[in-house]
């Protein structure tokens, strides 16, 4: 509602709110890759994981400024957007986010200093969950329920 009514300041620290958790779940603490309905959308979208990856990679990269990277089910297909500031792909009708990365510096100036395109990299290899990702790749077909916010303490 604050999106459509101008309220900037109050949209900007909800979207903000909510693009962070679900930038947290978006991650597992070990590598897996996906499986099941969502490792056959990968295939026949982009061919391959790593020419996805790349892609993901490629798209953060090029973000000029401040925001997210995204995987995202529109339609049954899968597609890589990025969004500025506090945008969100859920603003879009018929949209499921299926994994978020920051790209705002906070995220990996630290580790990565200028090199976004290494934290990207560093992020799709060694923190994607997949299995996150396949549960919303499941509820965009039909299949399930998407994660939504704040999380349920009875989902955990």
Not at 55 to 84: D, N, P, Q
Not at 132 to 138: C, H, R, T, V
Request: net charge neutral; glycine share 10%; with cysteine.
């Amino acid at each position: 509602m604050a999106h459509g009514s101008g309220a900037k300041g109050v949209f900007n620290n909800a979207a903000q709110a909510w693009n962070h958790s679900f930038f947290w779940e978006s991650m597992a603490p070990k590598a897996v890759k996906p499986s099941g309905l969502l490792a056959s959308a990968i295939s026949s979208e982009f061919g391959s994981l790593e020419t996805l990856g790349q892609r993901f990679a490629a798209e953060g990269t090029g973000h000029f400024g401040s925001g997210w990277v995204w995987l995202i089910a529109k339609g049954g297909k899968l597609e890589v957007l990025s969004t500025h500031d506090a945008g969100s792909p859920i603003l879009e009708e018929g949209v499921t986010p299926l994994l978020a990365c920051d790209v705002w510096e906070h995220a990996y100036y630290i580790d990565y200093r200028q090199d976004r395109a290494g934290w990207l990299t560093s992020w799709w290899h060694r923190l994607a969950n997949w299995h996150f990702a396949a549960m919303q790749f499941d509820a965009a077909i039909g299949q399930g329920k998407p994660w939504r916010y704040p999380p349920s303490q009875t989902a955990r």
